[in-house]
């Protein structure tokens, strides 16, 4: 069985406003990156991971579309390593083999890519896309000075959605919370904590997370 955790908790600090719900054409932001993994038809089931209060109001989306029997709710933590285990613990019992892990703030995630991570978990146990560093990279003391340039060759930006087997990837984060330490990536729970190597595939600069106002404007620039 194949899971998607599918993560809307985040509180939109830097936004200012919940950004899962602006409108981008006849749409909200959540539902672009959502539709496209039902339209995959790769995942049997998907658990929501959402404040409860904005539950029943995105439930409608749900029945309207007949995706009611794929989908389960789990409630978001206060950082998000916490809504990713809520949403494993919300799973354990399905005999889940392969989980996907999403962020909903990502909109505009191609079928294409999608497909990627998951003919990549038939040779890997974990699976995250990222694109090389385009930039230059300088490390900067606290005062504001340059203390190194960081070699970018083998640097690379990773995206969602990471996918991973599922039994240690949720035995990772449940030592991960035990141990205090905070993790914003997944693949990094699973480097710490699960034997075997992270792979990672070609992403697509076209996935860009929605963190601050002006990102909307890339998101409409691209969605059209």
Not at 23 to 30: K, L, T
Not at 145 to 169: M, Y
Request: hydrophobic residues 45%; proline residues 3%.
């Amino acid at each position: 069985m194949n899971a998607l955790v599918f993560l809307m908790g985040g509180s939109s600090v830097r936004y200012g406003k919940n950004k899962l719900f602006e409108r981008v054409g006849d749409r909200f932001v959540w539902e672009l990156s959502f539709d496209t993994f039902v339209s995959t038809m790769l995942m049997d089931v998907i658990c929501v991971v959402v404040d409860e209060r904005i539950r029943e109001s995105i439930s409608e989306k749900f029945e309207s579309a007949g995706y009611t029997s794929k989908v389960i709710f789990a409630a978001p933590g206060r950082e998000r390593m916490f809504s990713v285990l809520n949403g494993l613990e919300a799973l354990v019992r399905m005999q889940v083999e392969n989980v996907f892990i999403h962020d909903a703030a990502r909109p505009l995630v191609s079928s294409q890519l999608i497909k990627r991570v998951w003919d990549c978990l038939d040779k890997y146990q974990a699976v995250v896309p990222g694109l090389k560093v385009r930039g230059t990279i300088k490390r900067v003391s606290e005062d504001g000075f340059v203390d190194a340039t960081i070699d970018r060759t083998a640097l690379v930006e990773v995206q969602t959605p990471q996918a991973f087997r599922f039994d240690p990837l949720y035995r990772g984060y449940r030592r991960a919370v035990e141990t205090g330490r905070l993790f914003t990536d997944d693949s990094a729970v699973w480097e710490e904590f699960c034997d075997g190597p992270v792979f990672v595939c070609e992403g697509e600069a076209v996935n860009i997370k929605l963190t601050y106002p002006e990102d909307i404007r890339l998101v409409y620039a691209f969605y059209d």
